[in-house]
């Protein structure tokens, strides 16, 4: 551990050069400040502000539920308790589907709250959005494959691109959204071949979620990883406090497990 107290901030430049050198990246859901501090000095390189807090930390079903308001509170939190890793936060459901300036607005507000990159899910219909933001400087990670928000129009948690038709529109999604200015992609319930030939064809990282250990990095949802989360445990994911003398020991755990693709293993991905 005692490495990290002296690492350089993880900047958008530094992911770049991660994925160009094949150094897995390791992402981690956050949503406070003393979990921020925690999961810096265990050598998280992204913390993300997931609309997960919807369900983690506010007890709901989904994520539909969560507010602008409730992300930017989130981010703060996080932003305050961390020194060098990578802030990306979430924007909601209906945060960035109204209209584009809307959107733009709210960027804007997780921006000034503290991240340094937002996320939101969908394809080609919103690269005109990725597009705007890239031009007033606000770096965007795209979300493709399962897509949480959409649960209702997709009738439950499917693996998505499992067909020849599906692999394609992923492929074209992630050259699109890449072309119109993307910084990251991230796949969530994708075969893990797909993912990874995927990753090889983009110049821009990927992180992966039931995807696969050939994404340039991967991330989990803290509370799962901590074997707290109540309900039905994903596929994807691993209880890292098993083993672990301590929460600061199975974040370094996760944390090592990604960086020697010890994870995920095939029995963690699709």
Known sequence: MEENKTRKPVKLGTLRKMHQEGEPIVMLTCYDATFAALEDEAGVDIMLIGDSLGMTIQGHGTTIPVSIDDMAYHTACVARGNKNA???????????????????????????????????EGGLEVCPLVGRLKQIGIPVCAHIGFTPQSVNAIGGYYVQGKTASGEEKLYQEAMALQEAGADMVLFEMVPAGIASKITKELRIPTIGIGAGVGTSGQVLVLQDILGIFPGRKPKFSKNFMEGASSIQQAVANYVQAVKSRQFPTDQHSF
């Open 86 to 120: 990578f802030v990306l936060a979430d924007m909601n459901f209906g945060s960035y589907l109204v209209n584009e300036d809307e959107a733009v607005r709210n960027a804007v507000k997780l921006m000034k709250a503290g991240a340094n990159m937002v996320k939101f």
